[in-house]
């Protein structure tokens, strides 16, 4: 399970490299129609390169600009025809928009069509997912933003993955690896609750694993609710915690060692540079990496 | 004729004048007769008043003894015309009419970060230097304030001297107020006090200025520096510090990043710079710092000032999206309060607000940010082929009460738009001056 995680990451990275400096997005636009139908996401995303579509592009630039209400109710008939035609590469096409956008109105035209045309969560999330390997800085945060959206979070609420769990699940269940760049982003959200979703998007089943993994996250995360309402002090790194950290950082799922620097990332009291050098020769590309970011 | 009068005054005074010493209560430069500072007619005036007079008959008459031998004559006149309209840096009885140096000390707003961006590197002016409220404002530096964006504390100063290479000091009203020829507090950088006072500053033979760094370590209040010869206590120049008791966030809308110089269609950052201006601690954040939970860079920037600065009151306004996140932020703070400590948010704003729970967010912002003592609200109504539907709304216990403007009721906003209603003059005024009646510097 390690290699093959490993193997779908360094092709993942040696793809990310190859596109490094083009303007084009990873998606399967194709492939993603279907997605969107089955609800389920290629996770290697190698099969066709999509470049922005530049009718699409001019589309939203009028849409953005439209000073009078005659106009945009036309290009906004175009729209909906689009939505008809693709829903999917609609939303990717509208994503690449603003993450280019220059102006609040240009930048809004994203959510304002995905809210009018109702476009679901699920609708969105599909679309996007693909997306996520780009290596484009402005884009990953657009994609991010938008995503946002459907996690439901607040100060007092921690994010909703349950989207991301169903999906995961199902490209677990037929026999695909995680998307690797999806649960990236849910660790970088909120490594806790990433890490009892992917206990549970994995199908975990043994009761006593289960219990390993939910008592190290409920330890690291009680003690940053003691941090954080002033019950120890902001510096503090319990013992307990120290220990929890050092069995994932050495679990044999690589999503879970991935929250060791996740955590850390999140919560730099808990950075410990030893499990860090550790997680830095981990077989998972994906934690190595993590872990080498955080230590630079 | 005027010197003829004057000469003849003198030698009289010489024949049958009394000898009591005089100037040594005289704490003015010499020539300064009246202590304005400079050496003019009104000064002449005064002198020539006390020619041939008794010292002790009154202060101007004590500082026309400049030499001190008892006497308002001839000698005190020579020193007189030599000093006029110049400087001294000596005063009486001790005058030998040497001409002094002038000296001009300038503060800055404070720094962010690395530099001074988003804002631009702003001197106060000079007729605000002293002033309590509108002068240079400068944050609490504590022991162990680690600052996030490093070292960003310390308040430039620079000190403009003539002639070059002059010997000056500099004077401190309170031990809070520590000086530095480094930003960052390189150690062998500090100058020292000696009580209030330093020695003669580090100016080079051909130097006309130096930068320097002030630091307040503890405490809030307001403490001057003077600028002064070393071994006399004539001001040459002043500045009012006052220590920073809030915090102000200004958050732009959707895809409104901070610039120098600012966009003036961002109406929030010409807000923020407004008040950064009159001696606010003004931090200016694009609105996606702040995350769907109210965490991120400025959330860290508040709770820093209050664990580390002894800062006690917030105050936190945005358009648009960056109303939403006024709220996630107010709400981040009001949660966590137990851990952060003592603090009240004084103030929020909210200009059309709309939540921020993401980047495509598009619903009204309708809730009160939480535990806020005073907000301000205003709106306008969206509507689909015109803004996107974008807009704020009616928010509960508001101002102006009860909810709020909405701005399309009033002759100057009836055809607002979501897109420029945060650029409106009357709107960024309501803001500025409820900030300026709600929010203790």
Redesign the interface.
């Known amino acids: 399970m390690r290699e093959k995680s490993k193997m779908t990451t360094m092709k993942l990275h040696r793809f990310n490299s190859l596109t490094r400096l083009t303007l084009v997005v990873l998606c399967v636009c194709a492939t993603n129609a279907k997605a969107a139908e089955n609800k389920t996401v290629s996770t290697d995303s190698k099969d066709a390169v999509v470049a922005a579509d530049s009718k699409m592009q001019s589309l939203f630039g009028e849409f953005a600009l ?1 000073d ?2 005659a106009t ?2 036309g290009l ?1 008939d175009q729209l909906r025809q689009l939505d008809r035609t693709n829903r999917a590469a609609l939303i990717q096409q509208l994503t690449l928009f ?1 993450s280019e ?12 069509v ?3 045309l109702k476009m679901t969560g699920e609708d969105v999330v599909a679309a996007l997912v693909p997306m996520m390997t780009t290596d484009e800085s402005t884009l990953q ?2 994609i991010k ?13 921690p994010p909703d993955f349950s989207m991301y769990r169903a999906l995961i699940a199902t490209e677990i269940r037929e026999g695909r690896e995680a998307p690797v760049a999806l649960v990236l982003h849910m660790f970088d959200v909120d490594p806790g609750a990433a890490l009892i979703a992917m206990t549970r998007a994995t199908q975990m089943r043994e009761p006593s694993k289960i219990r390993e993994i939910l008592w190290a996250e409920h330890t690291v995360s009680d003690s940053i609710w003691k ?5 120890i002090d ?1 510096d503090t790194v319990e013992p307990q915690v120290s220990v929890q950290l050092e069995r994932l950082a050495n679990h044999s799922e690589w999503w879970a060692r991935l929250y060791v620097p996740a955590a850390m990332k999140r919560y730099p009291v808990l950075k410990s540079v030893d499990l860090l050098e550790n997680l830095q020769g981990d077989p998972n590309e994906t934690v190595a990496t993590a872990a080498e970011r955080l230590i630079r | 004729m005027r010197y003829l009068f004057i000469t003849m005054i003198v030698i009289g005074s010489f024949v049958f004048g009394p000898r009591v010493y005089g100037g040594a209560g005289c704490p003015f430069q010499c020539a300064d007769v009246d202590g304005d500072g400079s050496i003019n007619d009104s000064d002449y005036a005064l002198f020539a008043s006390c020619l041939g007079e008794d010292p002790q008959l009154a202060t101007q008459c004590d500082c026309s003894d400049m030499d001190g031998n008892g006497e308002i004559d001839l000698a005190d006149f020579a020193l007189f015309t030599l000093l006029f309209q110049n400087v001294s840096d000596e005063t009486p009885p001790g005058c030998t009419g040497a001409i002094g140096s002038a000296a001009n000390l300038t503060a800055y707003r404070p720094q962010h970060g690395n530099g001074y961006a988003p804002f631009p590197r702003t001197a106060v002016p000079d007729n605000l230097e002293t002033d309590p409220l509108l002068g240079p404002g400068i944050r609490i530096n504590q022991p162990g304030d680690d600052d996030p964006q490093g070292e960003d504390d310390l308040v430039e100063m620079v000190l403009d001297v003539n002639p070059p290479g002059a010997a000056l000091a500099l004077h401190r009203s309170s031990s809070a107020l520590r000086v530095w020829t480094s930003r960052t507090k390189t150690p062998g950088s500090e100058i020292s006090f000696i009580g209030d006072k330093t020695a003669a500053l580090p100016i080079g033979p051909g130097d006309s200025n130096l930068t320097l760094w002030v630091e307040w370590t503890a405490g809030f209040g307001t403490a001057t520096l003077t600028v002064e010869p070393p071994t006399t206590s004539i001001i040459k120049d002043e500045v009012l510090f006052h220590a920073f008791e809030s915090i102000v966030v200004a958050l732009g809308g959707e895809n409104q990043p901070t610039s120098v110089p600012v966009d003036p269609n961002h109406g929030t950052f010409v807000v923020g710079i407004a008040m950064y201006n009159v001696g606010f601690d003004v931090h200016m954040f694009d609105e996606d710092v702040v995350g769907s939970d109210g965490s991120g860079e400025a959330y860290d920037t508040v709770v820093d000032a209050i664990v580390n600065r002894e800062v006690d009151k917030v105050a936190i306004f945005g358009y648009s999206h960056g109303g939403g996140s006024t709220y996630d932020m107010a709400d981040r703070l009001d949660i966590n309060r137990a851990g952060i400590g003592v603090f009240s948010i004084l103030y929020t704003s909210y200009v059309d607000a709309v939540g921020n729970n993401s980047d495509i967010d598009t619903a009204m912002e309708l809730r009160r940010p939480p535990s806020t003592a005073y907000h301000l609200n205003h709106y306008q109504h969206g509507s689909f082929f015109e803004d996107f539907s974008l807009d704020g709304g009616p928010v509960p216990n508001s101002n102006p009460p009860p909810t709020g403007l909405d701005i399309e009721t009033t002759p100057w906003g009836a055809t607002s738009t979501h897109f420029e209603v945060d650029d409106f003059i009357e709107v960024r005024s309501l803001m500025e001056s409820t900030i300026e009646n709600n929010v203790t510097r």
């Open positions: 439209a009078d209400a945009r109710e906004w603003a956008a220059q102006s609040t109105r240009s930048s809004m035209v994203a959510g304002v995905i809210k009018e945060k657009q933003g938008t995503l946002a959206e459907f996690e439901d979070q607040s100060a007092s609420r941090q954080t309402h002033g019950f902001r």
